[in-house]
């Protein structure tokens, strides 16, 4: 793996990358909202043994290694944003064949991209992101706060994105408990999805429910199939990680 610091945009990002085969696509993994490229742990290297494709990972903006956001005060469509940060740095890296593996926000962020760049987007493998705001969600959001306020999450959280944490912290859950964010909705972006499509979700996930899968495979263009695990939370990838690795594997197989 390479590891370095590029601009775009005039922000500087932390990617970290191989390049095993110019014939193969390369699998772009976006983390959540409180993750960055060491939280992936070794998914994405057992990925690219398993499939032999390229991988990339980047620490989105205000995240990990890369530049702090200028504010914690983000507008409704910030998603919408870095889907074309992400465009951008598809753009200087010269990648027209993206795999986008998304959990969470970042699987957002991949649909989003998926829909409004669809010409360096090869399929899209989105786990437990969403379309629309629930009040799972928001609950979700409300607990996170509360731990970050009475236990030492914000310690731990430390340990990735320095001192960053109070800025994501707040942008993540100010943001999505603010009132005009309850109707945010990117429903009407799913039609122009064309590419391959495989949604990932646990039955027992905490911050959604499987609504945003049903809602999200029937409206896509392109071919899509869901993958439901029972009795998992929001972050199938860590908690069951074979069989992420082998249904991913097998839907990157029959590209």
């Known amino acids: ?52 494709c390229n991988i990339l990972l980047y620490d989105r903006l205000g995240y990990g290694k890369s530049g702090p956001m200028l504010t914690h005060e983000r507008p409704v469509n910030y998603m919408e944003q870095e889907a074309g940060l992400l465009n951008d740095l598809l753009t200087e890296l010269n990648i027209n064949n993206a795999v986008l593996f998304g959990h ?3 699987g ?15 399929s899209v493998i ?14 979700g959001v409300w607990d996170a706060w509360d731990a970050y306020k009475t236990t030492n999450l914000a310690g731990r959280l430390a340990k990735y994105h320095g001192d960053k944490v109070e800025m994501l912290f707040r942008a993540w859950t100010e943001t999505w408990t ?25 039955d027992a996930d905490e911050y959604g429910t499987l609504e945003q899968v049903e809602r999200t495979v029937s409206q896509v263009s392109g071919t899509a199939e869901k993958y439901i695990i029972p009795g998992i939370g929001h972050t199938p990838h860590k ?8 249904k991913v594997s097998e839907f990157i197989k029959k590209l």
């Not at 989105?126 to 609950?139: P, R, S």
């Open 104 to 106: 969470s926000d970042g």
């Open 108 to 122: 957002t962020i991949a649909l989003i991209t998926a829909a409004k760049y669809p010409e360096k987007i090869k």
């Open 239 to 246: 908690e069951v990680p074979e069989l992420v690795i082998g």
């Open 178 to 202: 603010r009132e005009d964010y309850r109707s945010w909705n990117i429903e009407y972006l799913l039609k122009d999805i064309h590419c391959p499509l495989l949604f990932i979700q646990g």
């Open 1 to 52: 793996m390479e590891e370095r610091i590029i601009e775009v945009r005039g922000q500087k990002l932390y990617i970290t990358h191989n390049n095993i085969s110019e014939a193969k696509p390369v699998i772009v993994f976006l983390h959540d909202s409180l993750g960055c490229v060491q939280l992936w742990r070794d998914l994405p290297e057992k990925l690219s043994e398993v499939t032999h």
């Open 126 to 139: 989105c786990e437990a992101g969403h379309i629309f705001v629930e009040d799972l969600t928001l609950k």
